[in-house]
């Protein structure tokens, strides 16, 4: 341990007001796809006890043993594929599953059907519009996207997941139920768009950071 931070943990936080709350779900957010857009690199492990709100109301991330750097040729094949989605293209969508290693036989998936599971799974960040999340949502689409309830699981159980993705996946995983625990409000679609199709900032906090970064 190098540095002594002072602030408080997450269950001081979910008991804040709604602001409050929405702008540390939008921190949380933007730190996380942000060190994935940037610095190619996929933080797994964005569990509420790796939060500190410090008094300044900055937010300090805690923990990166669980880190993996992301080629940029396949960090470009995630962002081409999310952007297929988000338009609908069920051909191109396909076509980045299989180039991306996440469908062994990609005769054996017919193309509107991934794109409808991937539409499901990644509703809460494939759609824009405010949206506050909470833990019942969570739930839902946890059961409509990735259990052996849903009505994809037959091609889930056919599909691969890329070794690159794999830390991807549990990051936006644990981000959103952390989103959740927080019931957070924000146009998560929106943000999303930033990182995956280099889109303006599209709140005042994104103008922050884009004037820092430049």
């Known amino acids: 341990v190098s540095e002594f931070v002072e602030g408080v943990g997450f269950d001081a936080v979910k008991q804040l007001p709604e602001a409050e709350r929405d702008r540390f779900g939008e921190i949380a957010f933007r730190f996380f796809y942000g060190l994935l857009e940037r610095e190619h690199i996929a933080a797994g492990d964005p569990h509420p006890g790796n939060y500190i709100l410090c008094s300044d109301g900055k937010v300090c991330f805690l923990d990166f043993g669980l880190v993996r750097h992301v080629d940029d040729d396949y960090l470009e094949g995630e962002q081409a594929l999310a952007r297929a989605v988000i338009a609908g293209d069920a051909d191109s969508v396909h076509e980045w599953l299989s180039t991306l290693g996440f469908l062994p036989n990609p005769d054996d998936f017919d193309p509107d059907r991934v794109l409808e599971q991937l539409q499901i799974a990644g509703e809460w960040y494939f759609t824009t519009g405010f949206r506050r999340i909470d833990p019942s949502y969570v739930r839902q689409q946890m059961e409509v996207g990735s259990s052996p309830r849903s009505e994809h ?62």
């Open 153 to 214: 699981f037959d091609y889930m159980r056919k599909q691969t997941l890329p070794p690159q993705a794999l830390l991807i996946r549990r990051m936006e995983g644990l981000l959103f139920s952390v989103l959740g625990e927080l019931r957070a409000g924000g146009d998560w679609g929106r943000l999303a768009l930033e990182y995956i199709a280099d889109t303006p900032p599209s709140t005042p906090l994104g103008e922050l950071e884009a004037a820092y970064l430049a």
